[in-house]
């Protein structure tokens, strides 16, 4: 799966020039990704009105590994001050064809994110939108050419606050899931409902496998909730019992 991204982004205040230090980080674990092909530039506007472009040198541009399982590539765009936009670009290769979710919204606000994604032609995909009631999102399909674009506009910023848990789950965004694919000629699919996937773990020796063991101590505790018929009640009585 190669990944072309593109981001500009234009600083606003003065708090916002630490943006120009960008770290883009990677899943480097067991070679799954890796970063190529990083381009930047920068344009800055002196006293006058006048814009100076900087591109950003090759050389500056370094990996750093986070821990066992994350690197990041991180670079330090030059000149950077109120009213600068920065620009910049490069391709991200996972090793493996999985389409992780892709977030509209971050901690500044957006004025526009835009995904356009290529299914290859023996894959199949399910995608659910997950967004706010008044946010808009415009889904354009390219059927000749395989695509499809999700794109949203003017989003608000949302901070990570101290005590909240799953920051990201609150944020705009598009979750994709593998549905089914073609195996030399032959359709393999996963599982798209509820019932499918009772079927899918059922068969799962490590999932069912375990239910279906014998535990001898539980032998006594058959004899108490025997005269328990109802399921929901059967329930209660063991969950209180353990």
């Given amino acids: 799966?190669?990944?072309d991204r593109r981001i500009r982004l234009k600083i606003l205040k003065e708090k916002g020039i630490e943006q120009g230090n960008i770290h883009i980080g990677f899943y480097s674990g067991d070679k799954l990704e890796f970063i190529r092909r990083v381009n930047a530039v920068i344009a800055s506007p002196d006293a006058n009105g006048?814009?100076?472009w900087n591109k950003l040198e090759q050389k500056s541009v370094y990996t750093r590994k986070v821990n066992e399982i994350y690197s990041e590539e991180v670079f330090a765009m030059p000149n950077v001050k109120v009213g600068s936009i920065i620009e910049y670009e490069y391709e991200l290769v996972r090793e493996r064809y999985y389409l992780k979710d892709w977030y509209f919204q971050?901690?500044?606000p957006v004025v526009l994110s835009s995904y356009q994604v290529y299914i290859p032609p023996n894959a199949e995909f399910n995608y659910v939108v997950k967004k706010n009631s008044f946010m808009d999102i415009n889904i354009i399909s390219l059927r000749d050419a395989g695509a499809v674009i999700y794109e949203m506009k003017n989003i608000p910023g949302l901070r990570?606050?101290?005590y909240s848990n799953s920051y990201r789950d609150y944020l705009q965004r598009v979750s994709f899931q593998l549905s089914s694919y073609n195996r030399n000629g032959a359709q393999v699919r996963f599982s798209n409902d509820w019932k499918e996937l009772?079927?899918?773990f059922m068969g799962d020796r490590d999932f069912y496998g375990q239910i279906k063991k014998n535990v001898p101590a539980l032998a006594s505790l058959k004899t108490i909730w025997v005269d328990r018929s109802d399921a929901y009640e059967k329930m209660k009585f063991i969950?209180?019992?353990l």
């Fill in 198 to 200: 009772n079927r899918e």
């Fill in 106 to 108: 971050d901690e500044m």
């Fill in 160 to 162: 990570n606050e101290e």
């Fill in 239 to 241: 969950y209180d019992y």
């Fill in 1 to 3: 799966l190669i990944t």
């Fill in 50 to 52: 006048n814009v100076t």
